[in-house]
Nanobody
Framework: QVQLAESGGGLVQSGGSLRLSCAAS????????MGWFRQAPGKEREFVSS????????YYADSVKGRFTISRDSVKNTLNLQMNSLKPEDTAVYYC????????????????WGQGTQVTVSS
């Protein structure tokens, strides 16, 4: 079992920045890839970014490419998402997840999820 806890969400103006973090505990020695997903009201959960177990491969949704940066610290068992140039359409609950080592884009392939953190971007 892996427990995940997100932090760092909040309210920010358009063009601002936020840094989300996800602390992992439990069976963290397993080779998990990690991902960030988000869900806006009335919409399906969507892929934001993912990183492989080694950290050597990263993937981004087209909508956030060039603005968001994913990283992981395997010593501290933390996952981060630096979000710059935020837009109102980035408003959503952001979830971190642990899953396949290769860092899938598909939420169905992730085994463990955090509770989510709200990000609200005002125009």
């Amino acid at each position: 079992q892996v427990q995940l806890a997100e932090s760092g969400g909040g309210l920010v103006q358009s063009g601002g920045s936020l840094r989300l973090s996800c602390a992992a505990s439990g069976r963290t020695f397993s080779p998990y890839g990690m991902g960030w997903f988000r869900q806006a009201p009335g919409k399906e959960r969507e892929f934001v970014s993912s990183i492989s177990w080694s950290g050597g491969s990263t993937y981004y949704a087209d909508s956030v490419k060039g603005r968001f940066t994913i990283s992981r610290d395997s010593v501290k068992n933390t996952l981060n998402l630096q979000m710059n140039s935020l837009k109102p359409e980035d408003t959503a609950v952001y979830y971190c997840a642990a899953g396949p080592a290769y860092a899938s884009r598909w939420p169905g392939e992730y085994n463990y999820w955090g509770q989510g953190t709200q990000v609200t971007v005002s125009s």
